[in-house]
């Protein structure tokens, strides 16, 4: 793993995380306080700088604007985060400030219209969690993958920390990248995530190829991106899946 010295992660949460997260090397929940050791939790962790933007401005002044035909939604996002984005090397407040993106988008009212009587309000719960995570991984510009933690992986994070079956992790992980399948959806992932500082991108086609997904700057190159990940993918994805607990255990 490559590494820069960086301190504990430590961040309070409106809500509790499940304390499963607990089987995860590096990281530490007790209740809605989360403690992360970079050097353990991550695989990669070569930035410690992040782009937000202040999540409660994102709501009063993106998330109801509407594109027009001069100007697309990805533009609207762009132009905010030129003009409100900021870098910041506070790893607590990218947390924070994902949970309250993802608190947003798997949020219980969209059960009903989703299509998927199987995904519960439980389901979107762990997306919250797993995806809050997600946020401290990083791409940069040139397409490098800076930073690359579990969740990187989701269903094979979501499978160790909550016991789901390679079905049911599959699932989710296309309701989490599937922007609901719709572009209603769609479109309003693309304004959440300029908290983030860019747009959630993906390295997969399918459930089965496991290649996750990442809130990237516009303009970072998907090219380098792909050849990036594709190295280096394999074997960490298995040793996040040997973190599974078994029957047995």
Known sequence: MTTIDTATITVELPDAFDP???RLPGIQVDGRRITIDPAEYFFRFESSTWIVADWELVKAEL???NETTGSAVEQLALDFIKNHGESTSDAAR?????YGVYSYLFRKEHLAGLGLPQITADHLRMLREAATLMALNKVE???HISNVG????FPAATSVVFDLDDETGGMLDEVYHGGWFNEHRRIESIKAHAALGGRLVHGCQSVPDQSGGVVAPYGASMANFRDDLAE???GWIEQVYAHRVTAAE
């Open 63 to 65: 998330l109801e604007v």
């Open 150 to 153: 579990p969740c990187w992986f």
């Open 232 to 234: 280096f993918k394999a």
């Open 141 to 143: 510009l040139d397409g």
């Open 20 to 22: 499963r997260w607990n």
């Open 94 to 98: 990218v947390v924070a400030t994902a």
